[in-house]
């Protein structure tokens, strides 16, 4: 069946550099993708959200890239820090609002080092 | 604000049992949703509730189903409870039309 996935489970990064975290997916009638950050203990957190008629978007220090043509999508942190140690998850819907409920990917632990 | 709430945080259930989980969305917020959260497999969407009616439900028996109150609250119902069920239950809540979709901490759930 069609799913969202991410490409690496683990990914350490130096504190102050910028973080890249990838993900893809298969369902081609997707309209909205998401990225939720999860720490421990906790539930997902939105962080920001692309619609499929664009090609970027910007956050407070996250980018979200969006590559329909090879069905890619990734998460830019710029200057990571100590605080955004946690596992990402990309997720992806055909409807505002995720009426037909979200497609979550398995998730991608990001390491932070000082 | 307070943000969703869940309860129980903790459960521990045995293998036929039957639990049920409870939620408060955010204030104002008419739509509630419920995932699942085993080890090594993600979130799966299991729920939808919005208005107080089940709108759309995920590739779960229906041994799992819930109900929405007219605050809105929501709760989840597992019978006949199952080794696999042991996972972690996140409840969300939006405003109807918005992906920015907030969850709680979850209830984690062991089956023995």
């Known amino acids: 069946g069609e799913s969202v996935g991410l490409h690496l489970p683990t990914l350490s990064v130096q504190e102050g550099d910028n973080s890249i975290i990838n993900c893809a997916y298969s369902?081609?009638?997707?309209?909205?993708f998401i990225w939720y950050k999860q720490e421990s203990g906790k539930g997902p957190q939105f962080i920001i959200d692309?619609?499929?008629?664009?090609d970027k978007r910007q956050g407070q220090r996250v980018t979200v890239l969006l590559n329909k043509t090879v069905k890619h999508l990734s998460l830019q942190i710029a200057a990571t820090q100590p605080g955004d140690s946690a596992v990402y998850f990309c997720?992806?819907?055909?409807?505002?609002?995720?009426?037909?409920?979200?497609?979550f990917g398995k998730g991608t632990h990001l390491i932070i080092q000082p | 604000e307070a943000g969703v709430t869940q309860s129980p945080t903790h459960l521990i259930k045995t293998r036929g049992q039957q639990v049920t989980l409870r939620c408060s969305p955010i204030?104002?917020?008419?739509?509630v949703y419920w995932y699942q959260q085993a080890l090594g497999l993600g979130l799966q969407f299991l729920l939808w509730?919005?208005?107080?009616?089940?709108?759309n439900r995920g590739n779960f028996p229906p041994r799992f189903s819930g109900r929405q109150f007219p605050n809105y609250s929501s709760e989840l119902n597992v019978n006949a409870l199952e080794l696999e069920d042991s996972a972690l239950y996140l409840c969300?809540?939006?405003?109807?039309?918005?992906?920015?979709?907030?969850f709680g901490q979850g209830t984690r759930l062991t089956v023995v």
């Open positions: 969300a809540s939006s405003s109807t039309g918005t992906n920015e979709a907030f």
């Open positions: 369902n081609s009638a997707s309209d909205y």
């Open positions: 692309i619609r499929s008629n664009m």
């Open positions: 997720a992806e819907t055909r409807t505002q609002g995720g009426a037909d409920g979200l497609t």
């Open positions: 204030s104002g917020h008419t739509s």
């Open positions: 509730y919005d208005e107080g009616e089940e709108r």
